[in-house]
């Protein structure tokens, strides 16, 4: 960017934070939050739940450190200290996200928060009654301080969430203000607002990227009561927890004890809870879901089987290329391996035929490309990027092959071979080799039973075609370790999708990301105008400026052929003991197990 233009931004952004702005008790990412400043509870909850109780979650895995913002113990912290799926147990972020919504964030930390039209200011008014666990209330002080010490000491993408604030003041005694500088986007705010805000009475700075098991000070509705390392974690909820009365809050956080307890494998976990060791059992496998549960507790209806029907898209589930290793960088050796896999086969074979081909990362919502031609307003935003996507892709009409289920569809088989001689492999005497001989060979790392049946199937494809392929099954802590340092050449992977995607983005396709350690950047992509697409994303106005840029970015990423697309299932199952309740209302991104409870405390 110029230096004027810099000067420019940082004039108006000056400027512009002396500008007064009304208090908000909510915001969007795009138009307004559904709720008004006195609704009284999230439409999904039960807002006359009784607390009490307790629960006991599985999970496959180990630990070795509670504090979740560090590098060192990226992948083994204990679960439920901030936790997407089980609830922010411990530590809180300044604003609560409705899972009802898009992206819409209402009060928590903060009791309301001030902008400007143009977003190059938040400001985050505290609420004067919240408290840490000890008593002690949250101050401005603390989540400078926060923010500061996980910039210094944190692990993505805590340590970067400065990068685009030209500055962080203290207002009055309870606000803080952020003033954005030119490297801030229209999502800036609202990331901040889901940030952690941590303790600086409690904290040592100089130990604070150091692994402990000292259970700490939080602002959140838990304590820890109990710690076996590697083992289990129990939970006690806070009986003076200072927002158990808000309305982001209410109907949350319901077991007076929660314990999760950790297994080295996935079939230990499941006979766990058929023995009601375990109350939740979330499963995955249409094949598992249709088949295991014929046990006593089924029968005699102590165990019950939901299903959901979420609002999301697809996501994309997929064996990932890593195009660090030499043998994907060509981008037609990925297409030609990408269709070597018989997804009908493995369908009826492996799935009861319970599950859908994924073909767009943004499948099943208005977001996705898929079956879709861009338009001329679309068209406009891609500019000379268009020439790089695939033209089926761009204009619609982009299918994956349909086999014929034998495992050995000549037709689709031809057409695989075919690419690889464009990425410079041809057939010699059963192998497909380069041109100095050297045969196309490659590792799939696998971490449960699961992916290594995918990836027998994958390999039983690619041998038809002279590829040789080796199948790797480690453990967690392995694949952990492995995957953070990018040490695979292919691995199974899932990507979410969300109604709202954002900065996520840049983690997982971004140039920035390619060689960041612990990043999500798994296929190792590094384009500059993949990063440009994302720009687009991040700088929508309107919501059809947003629709067509997270649309063109799925094209890209479709015809960069970075991931071999699986499949995808429209529900979502979870078995549970009788005793645990749910509230009736699915949100829009499905079950909400922080807003479930125990039915014999009712």
């Known amino acids: 960017m110029p230096a004027l233009r810099v000067a420019l931004f940082l004039a108006l952004a000056v400027c512009c934070s002396g500008v007064a702005a009304e208090p908000l008790h909510g915001i969007a990412m795009h138009g307004e939050p559904a709720l008004q400043a006195d609704y009284k509870a ?15 979650y599985g999970v496959v895995g180990t630990f070795d450190n509670l504090n979740p913002f560090i590098l060192k113990s990226m992948r083994t912290t204990a679960r439920g200290m901030w936790d997407p799926q089980y609830g922010n147990l411990i530590y809180e972020s300044l604003m609560q996200r409705s899972r009802d919504e898009p ?185 598992h ?33 890593n195009t660090r290793r030499p043998v994907f960088a060509n981008p037609k050796v990925r297409e030609g391996l990408t269709l070597a896999f018989d997804f009908e086969w493995v369908n009826r074979n492996l799935s009861s035929n319970a599950y859908t081909r994924t073909e767009s990362y943004w499948q099943n919502s208005d977001l996705s490309s898929f079956g879709v031609p861009a338009d001329e307003h679309e068209l406009a935003m891609l500019g000379p990027i268009k020439d790089r996507i695939d033209p089926a892709v761009l204009d619609g009409s982009y299918r994956l092959p349909v086999s014929d289920g034998t495992g050995r569809d000549r037709t689709v088989l031809r057409k695989a071979v075919d690419l690889l001689k464009q990425g410079g492999f041809t057939i010699k005497n059963g192998k497909m080799v380069d041109a100095k001989g050297h045969q196309l060979a490659f590792e799939i790392m696998t971490q449960n039973t699961d992916q290594e049946r995918l990836a027998i199937a994958f390999r039983r494809s690619l041998e038809l075609l002279g590829v040789a392929v080796t199948i790797r099954t480690v453990d967690d802590s392995q694949y952990q370790r492995r995957t953070m340092a990018f040490d695979y050449d292919m691995i199974i992977k899932s990507f979410t999708s969300s109604l709202s995607p954002g900065t996520e983005q840049i983690g997982r396709w971004g140039s920035a990301a390619r060689d960041r350690e612990g990043s999500e950047n798994f296929a190792g992509v ?10 687009h994303i991040l700088s929508a106005h309107t919501a059809e400026d947003f629709r067509d840029a997270v649309r063109s970015f799925d094209r890209m990423l479709i015809s960069g052929h970075y991931v071999v697309p699986l499949y995808h299932v429209d529900q979502q199952w979870v078995a549970r003991r009788k005793r645990i309740g749910h509230p009736e209302d699915v949100p829009l991104y499905g079950y909400q197990l922080p807003t479930w409870w125990d039915a014999s405390a009712q």
Do not use: C
């Open 42 to 56: 999230f439409p999904y909850v039960n807002p006359n739940v009784k607390k009490g109780g307790h629960i006991t």
């Open 103 to 287: 992206f819409t964030m209402y009060g928590l930390l903060a009791e309301s928060v001030e902008w400007d039209e143009a977003r190059r200011f938040i400001q985050f008014n505290l609420n004067p009654a919240a408290r840490w666990s000890d008593g002690q209330p949250v101050t401005p002080d603390d989540v400078i301080f926060s923010f500061e010490l996980l910039r210094d000491k944190g692990r993505v993408p805590f340590s970067a969430r400065l990068n685009t604030v030209d500055r962080m003041e203290k207002v009055g005694d309870h606000s803080v203000r952020f003033t954005f500088n030119e490297k801030a986007d229209r999502e800036t705010p609202l990331i901040l607002a889901l940030s952690p805000v941590l303790p600086k009475h409690a904290i040592d700075p100089a130990k604070f990227d150091q692994t402990s098991l000292t259970a700490p000070i939080g602002s959140g509705p838990y304590r820890i009561k109990n710690v076996n390392p590697g083992e289990s974690i129990v939970f006690e909820r806070n009986p003076d927890y200072w927002a158990k009365d808000l309305p982001s809050k209410v109907g949350h956080d319901n077991y007076d004890l929660i314990t999760i307890d950790y297994f080295l494998q996935e079939t230990t976990l499941f006979e766990a809870f058929k023995k009601g060791d375990v109350d939740i059992y979330e499963d995955g496998s249409p094949g």
């Open 289 to 321: 879901w249709a088949a295991a549960y014929n046990f006593p507790a089924v029968t005699s209806g102590a165990v019950v089987r939901d299903v959901f029907e979420p609002k999301l898209p697809s996501g994309m589930l997929g064996f990932v290329f």
């Open 526 to 535: 590094a384009d500059p105008d993949v990063d440009t697409l994302v720009s």
